[in-house]
């Protein structure tokens, strides 16, 4: 049974920074392209931060430069750090893990960013 199990959300102060940890069961982890997406109360789900097998990034424009996605595949696990957070970063966030038609989704973990 494949499991993505997300960590990090929270509450945070705008320019504050969160970091969210998707570890993998259930794949071989390293095959994957894994991604983070995130989507915002009324908003379609978006495109966040990639990575690919070989460890391509890429990133939305409105992250850029502020948030960094890498990967473990020792641990199974892909990370999101995200610095110089945002009100409008708020928004469920989901790990994404992708190979060829598998296609497999985190729960979702809710960061929101507020005074």
């Known amino acids: 049974q494949v499991q993505l199990v997300e960590s990090g959300g929270g509450l945070v102060q705008p320019g504050g920074s969160l970091r969210f940890s998707c570890a993998a069961s259930?794949?071989?982890?390293?095959?994957?392209?894994m991604s983070w997406y995130r989507q915002a109360p009324g908003k379609q789900r978006e495109l966040v931060a990639s990575?690919?097998?070989?460890?391509?990034?890429n990133y939305a424009d409105s992250v850029k430069g502020r948030f960094t996605i890498s990967r473990d595949n020792a641990k199974n696990t892909v990370y999101l750090e995200m610095n110089s957070l945002k009100p409008e970063d708020t928004a469920v966030y989901y790990c994404?893990?992708?190979?060829?038609?598998?296609?497999?989704w985190g729960q979702g973990t809710q960061v929101t960013v507020a005074t």
């Open positions: 994404n893990a992708r190979l060829r038609i598998k296609d497999y």
């Open positions: 259930g794949i071989t982890f390293s095959m994957y392209d």
């Open positions: 990575i690919t097998t070989g460890g391509y990034t």
